[in-house]
Nanobody
């Protein structure tokens, strides 16, 4: 059974970098055919996919966030991480990590429980 767990600070100051880590159990992030992604949902708004890292380390980012987003991985710990730079209060959101099946049109089949990040001074 695959499980994902987000971790990181719940409060970030404006202009700083938001950093979150997703720890995966029950599967390897290097398993063929899966991507590992970050999704967020601001209060009262819809879901926004921020980007993914593929099983071979390739990364793909949302065009609207590409300039501020970086996704990396630590295969020895079976973790992947999100960094979002120059944050503003508009980056306040629930942040989720998920496993994506690209062969199924990017279906996000397994999700973490999410973590709330607030951007405030």
């Amino acid at each position: 059974q695959v499980q994902l767990q987000e971790s990181g600070p719940g409060l970030v100051k404006p202009s700083q970098t938001l950093s979150l880590t997703c720890t995966v159990s029950g599967d390897s992030i290097t398993t063929n055919h899966y991507y590992w992604g970050w999704i967020r949902q601001p209060p009262g708004k819809g879901l926004e996919k921020m980007g993914v890292i593929a099983y071979d380390g390739r990364t793909y980012y949302s065009p609207s966030l590409k300039s501020r987003t970086s996704i990396s991985r630590d295969t020895s710990k079976n973790q992947f991480s999100l960094q979002l730079s120059s944050v503003t209060p508009e980056d306040t959101a629930m942040y989720y990590c998920a496993r994506e099946v690209p062969a199924q049109g990017g279906y996000l089949e397994v999700w973490g429980q999410g973590t709330l990040v607030t951007v405030s001074s």
